[in-house]
């Protein structure tokens, strides 16, 4: 077990998260239901998966909860991609959330090789 708040991954992960409520703050009020509370529970998975995994014994259930959190980045992209066809949201505040989630997949990333590395 370790404590998340010293892992930077942590950190931009809940940078991403914040920048996603601002970002989806400004999306039509027909998509809440939508766009806004799918991309909001994923931009949210993420650092919780992170979080859950440091709560874990063993490595092997890190692992698990560091893919969870990666599947749930993965999913993001999606909806970033859906949301700048439709032209959802402030151009600025897209690039701010876009630009932390690059940040945390590729720590994400990081993180399963080092840890995937100690239990092979």
């Known amino acids: 077990m370790q404590d998340p708040h010293n892992l930077d991954v942590y950190e931009h992960a809940l940078d991403m998260a914040v920048a996603v409520y601002r970002l989806t703050a400004k999306y039509p009020r027909e ?23 440091c709560g874990r014994t063993g490595d092997r259930q890190y692992l698990q909860f560091l893919d969870i959190s990666m599947g749930s980045a993965t ?22 959330a876009k630009a932390e989630h690059l940040t945390v997949r590729r720590m994400t990333a990081a993180l399963i090789r080092a840890v995937r590395a100690r239990v092979e």
């Open 31 to 53: 998509e809440a239901y939508g766009i806004t509370s799918q991309m909001r529970r994923a931009a949210v998975s993420v650092g919780c998966n992170i979080a859950e995994g």
């Open 75 to 96: 999913e993001l992209t999606f909806l970033f991609d859906l949301s700048g066809r439709l032209e959802l949201g402030e151009a600025a505040l897209m690039e701010t």
